[in-house]
């Protein structure tokens, strides 16, 4: 008699159909060479027996009740199929499981990780966190599971266009990047032909236009210091915004600031290449202002390895958010961020007219795209830097107290030629 579900499900390890009592497997047969085994410790098997070459042959079908009795008939039948065309079922079902292994191992998700792993050490930890989270997020619910061969573009498509979705365009743009770079390495290594993410370029939403930071004009700008003067913040909120305006690097730079980059005796502090966007050490100038803020700040925080720690965790440092909640409690959210401030010194120093762009670039490490010319640049002009930063940090104390802008002319140094530092450099 063919088996029942009724019959499989009671069916007790240790206790036959028969009523026998047993600590050995014993077994169900539902015909067609299909039968359950039932283990003694309770394991209930399906197993199909069969001949092939002569031989007989045993071929596991899976187990009760992740397959139930249904799913087992459907399995022998699939395998009897196999045996009527001159097939081995067990070797065909060696070959899927290789298959399967190969495809895992060549999975999207399996060769982002290799390549974010191969990346990550010439990559700023920030960038390489982004990184492989973008893609956590966005693509490997989607894709990461798919062997990468098999990727197509209208896969792709389909993944990205579900970000523009929601109107997240920029993330799309990033994202459709990273699949392009995981592409490239899969054809590169062999483990794919073509890139999917190449192919797709035509069919996507055209961007809207970049909104740039928030930032204030000129004119706005003495009011906003003198509101920041006033305001009775924390003292590292106010120390992390003041060191901001001054210095004009990234926010981050200035959160994950520690005391061993700064030599206050020489007025320069080194930011090390793993917390800088482009991996590159950045030397930054400090004017008497930037050094009058450490020399408070010491007291406080001098003691440990950062100059902003957080409060809420040993080892942390303040948030990202802490200059911006600044920003927003003194009425200027929206018109202004905490990068705002290298826009600003960046308009105003380009303003003067007199201050080459190349030494305002290079004191807002903004990468070169002409090779050349970077190569010779590498030293960033440090005398340069030295008398801008100054003058910019007492054009802010002049603008704050409504005094008398200052001159460039009185701080640019002498004696220096700017087509011999193109040369040869001055090196930070």
Not at 89 to 110: D, H, M, W
Not at 118 to 141: C, G, M, N, V, Y
Request: aromatic share 8%; net charge positive.
């Amino acid at each position: 008699m063919k088996l029942t579900d009724t019959a499989v499900r009671k069916a007790k390890p240790n206790i036959t159909p028969a009523g026998k009592v047993t600590d050995k497997p014993y077994k169900m047969a539902d015909g067609g060479g299909l039968y359950l085994q039932v283990q003694p410790g309770g394991g209930k098997w399906w197993r199909l027996k069969y001949r092939f070459g002569g031989k007989e042959k045993l071929l596991a079908l899976g187990v009760y009740p992740d397959v139930t009795l249904a799913d087992a008939r459907a399995r022998r039948d699939e395998a009897r199929k196999v045996l009527a065309n001159g097939g081995d079922p067990g070797a065909v079902k060696q070959t899927q499981k290789k298959q399967a292994r190969v495809a895992a191992a060549n999975s999207f998700e399996l060769i982002a990780r290799e390549l974010h792993a191969l990346k990550s050490p010439i990559w700023s930890q920030s960038h390489a966190d982004d990184w492989i989270k973008t893609l956590q997020r966005e693509i490997f619910p989607r894709l990461g599971e798919r062997p990468i061969a098999e990727i197509e573009a209208p896969d792709v498509l389909e993944a990205i266009r579900a970000i523009e979705g929601r109107g997240a365009y920029e993330i799309a743009a990033r994202a459709l990047q990273r699949v392009r770079a995981v592409c490239a390495y899969a054809i590169a290594t062999g483990r794919a032909r073509h890139n999917p993410a190449v192919e797709i370029k035509g069919a996507l939403a055209p961007q809207p236009k970049v909104r740039h930071f928030a930032a204030l004009t000129e004119k706005e700008l003495p009011d906003f210091l003198r509101a920041v003067a006033a305001y009775p913040a924390y003292p590292l909120t106010k120390a992390a915004t003041r060191l901001l305006m001054l210095t004009f690097v990234r926010t981050g730079e200035v959160r994950g600031a520690k005391w061993c980059e700064f030599d206050c005796d020489a007025g320069l502090w080194v930011i090390p290449a793993e917390r800088m966007k482009a991996r590159e050490p950045h030397t930054v100038p400090l004017s008497r202002q930037a050094l009058a803020v450490l020399a408070e700040l010491r007291p406080l925080t001098g003691h440990g390895e950062h100059l902003f720690p957080g409060r809420n965790r040993e080892g942390s440092i303040i948030s990202e958010n802490t200059v911006l909640k600044v920003i927003e409690r003194l009425g200027y959210k929206g018109r202004m961020t905490g990068h705002g401030f290298r826009s600003i010194a960046s308009t105003y120093l380009n303003g003067v007219g007199m201050i080459r762009p190349d030494v305002i670039e290079a004191q807002l490490a903004h990468a070169d795209g002409n090779a050349t010319r970077a190569a010779y640049n590498r030293a960033d002009y440090m005398e340069y830097r030295r008398a801008m930063m100054q003058f910019w940090a007492d054009t802010l104390d002049a603008m704050q107290l409504a005094n008398k802008l200052p001159r460039w002319p009185d701080y640019e140094p002498h004696g220096l030629d700017y087509r011999a530092a193109q040369v040869i450099p001055l090196r930070a």
